[in-house]
C-alpha cells in the first residue's frame, strides 16, 4: 500500500510541476473559463489528452519519438505556426473597438472550442517533451506493476489543474468586466503565443 501510494504522490507531483508554468494550453483554458464557455468539455479533454499522453509515454512511445527526428521536426513547424497565428489573433482582438465581457453571449461553438483545444494540445512539441519523454522515463523507472498508478497520479494531476484553471477563473469576474482587463489578457496572450513561436523556430534554424 505504502509504494502504491508513493508511486501515485510522484504521477500527481512530476505531472503538476510540470503542467503549471504559463504555456499556450493554460492560457486558453483560463480564458475560456473567463468567459465561461465550454469549460466542462475543455477541462475534460486536457485530462483525457494527457492522461493519453502519459500512458503512451510510459509505454514506451517517448522513446520511438526521440529516434524520429523528422516527426518532432514536423510538430515543431506546425505548433509553430498555429501559436504564430493565434498570437496574431489575440493582437487583433487587442486592437478591435469593442472589447469582450464576462456576460457576452458564447462566442464559438463546442466544436471549434474542441478543435482549437486540440490544437494546443496535440501541435505543441512541449507537451510531448513533458508528458512523453518526461513523464514516460520516469514512470519507466517504477516498478511495471505500478507503471499505472504513476499513470493515473500524473492524470489526476492535470484534470485538478484544468478543472482549478477553467472553474477558478470566475474568481477573477470583477476584474474582467473591464474591457481594459480583456486588452490586457490578450496582449499577453499574444506575447505568449509569439515567444512561443519564436522559440520553436528557434530549434529547427540553425
Known sequence: MHSILATFLTGFAISAALIM??????????????????????????????????????GGVGALLGAVPKLTM?????????LACYGIKAFQRMMAPEAL??????????????????????????VYLDTVLLMGAAG?????ELRPVFVVGGATASISWFAALGYGARILTPIFSRPLAWKVLDAI???????????LVGRIVP
Do not use: W, Y
Not at 74 to 82: K, P, V
Not at 113 to 122: E, I, K, Q, R, S
Not at 140 to 144: K, L, N, T, V, Y
Open 189 to 199: 496572450v499574444g506575447v505568449v503565443m509569439l515567444v512561443l513561436a519564436a522559440s
Open 101 to 126: 465581457s464576462v456576460t457576452a453571449p458564447v462566442r464559438i461553438t463546442l466544436g471549434s472550442a474542441l478543435g482549437a483545444t486540440a490544437a494546443f494540445t496535440f501541435l505543441n512539441p512541449h
Open 21 to 58: 508554468a504559463i504555456g499556450a494550453q493554460n492560457l486558453f483554458v483560463l480564458r475560456q473559463g473567463l468567459k465561461r464557455e465550454h469549460v466542462g468539455p475543455i477541462v475534460l479533454f486536457c485530462g483525457c489528452a494527457d492522461a493519453l499522453l502519459i500512458a503512451a509515454g510510459v
Open 74 to 82: 514536423a510538430l515543431t513547424i506546425g505548433g509553430a505556426a498555429f
Open 140 to 144: 519507466s523507472a517504477q516498478q511495471p
